[in-house]
């Protein structure tokens, strides 16, 4: 079973400030694939990033950073010098790699969200 | 090019009445999914279609539930004899699986079902 965890519930942080989200997640599945959404008040998943578990590269993209250790099982995702418009409710999603004509299961599993809040 | 889009944005229903909600993918993506977010449960799948393949109903919470996907394109979720239980705001996705695809899923903007 997968299994998502996303410890901090809420996080606030003054505009320029740099924080990291934390995700940790369980899976029984060789190959995998890990996700980062943003849902910002609106309400609608922004898909932010997706990483192959063959892949530990860290990726950077603008302020956005994201650091993958397979041998701790977590894959954190940090915003430098922040800004209102990150207050966000930020999920972390997991899902099994399958290879093309593979069938199986492709249904993310999610995280219980990290609620960021960037006051001015 | 145009997201998924789904209809309605809202939907109030009383109890035990049924409710229809629809789910237009992205053009050109083969699957298409439907996941449920309330606030007690977070953020659950439901159902998975991909082409022709039998559909992965293993999400579905009762058989009240039940989803169709007309010409591999547009999908409808039902919801029968509605309870209360029921509401919240359930999001459609949809992706590309083929040789080369990303199997990154998109969402639409969800429904909001609220039952009385």
């Known amino acids: 079973a997968q299994k998502v965890t996303q410890a901090q519930t809420e996080i606030s942080v003054v505009e320029k400030e740099d924080v990291t989200l934390d995700c940790v997640y369980e899976?029984?599945?060789?190959?995998?694939?890990l996700f980062w959404y943003k849902q910002p008040p609106s309400g609608e998943l922004v898909f932010l990033i997706r990483r192959n578990s063959f892949d530990e590269q860290n990726e950077i993209s603008g302020r956005y950073s994201w650091n993958f250790q397979k041998s701790t099982s977590s894959f954190n995702f940090t915003i430098t010098a922040s800004q209102v418009v990150d207050s966000a409710v930020y999920f972390c999603?997991?899902?099994?790699?399958?290879?093309?004509?593979?069938?199986?299961?492709?249904?993310?599993?999610f995280g219980s969200g990290t609620r960021l809040q960037v006051q001015p | 090019g145009a997201g998924v889009s789904q209809s309605p944005s809202n939907k109030v229903t009383e109890k035990g009445k049924d409710v229809e909600l629809r789910c237009d993918p992205i053009?050109?993506?083969?699957?298409l999914y439907w996941y449920r977010q309330s606030l007690g449960q977070g953020l659950e799948f439901l159902i998975y279609f991909q082409g022709n393949s039998a559909p992965d109903k293993s999400g579905l919470p009762s058989d009240r539930f039940s989803a169709e996907r007309t010409g591999g394109s547009v999908s409808t979720l039902t919801i029968q004899r509605t309870q209360q239980e029921d509401s919240a705001v359930y999001l459609c996705?949809?992706?590309?699986?083929?040789?080369?695809?990303?199997?990154?899923?998109?969402f639409g903007p969800g429904t909001r079902l609220t039952v009385l």
């Open positions: 996705a949809s992706s590309l699986i083929g040789r080369g695809g990303r199997d990154t899923q998109y």
């Open positions: 999603a997991l899902s099994e790699a399958l290879t093309w004509g593979k069938t199986g299961r492709r249904a993310l599993t």
């Open positions: 053009s050109g993506h083969t699957a």
């Open positions: 899976t029984r599945d060789t190959t995998y694939y």
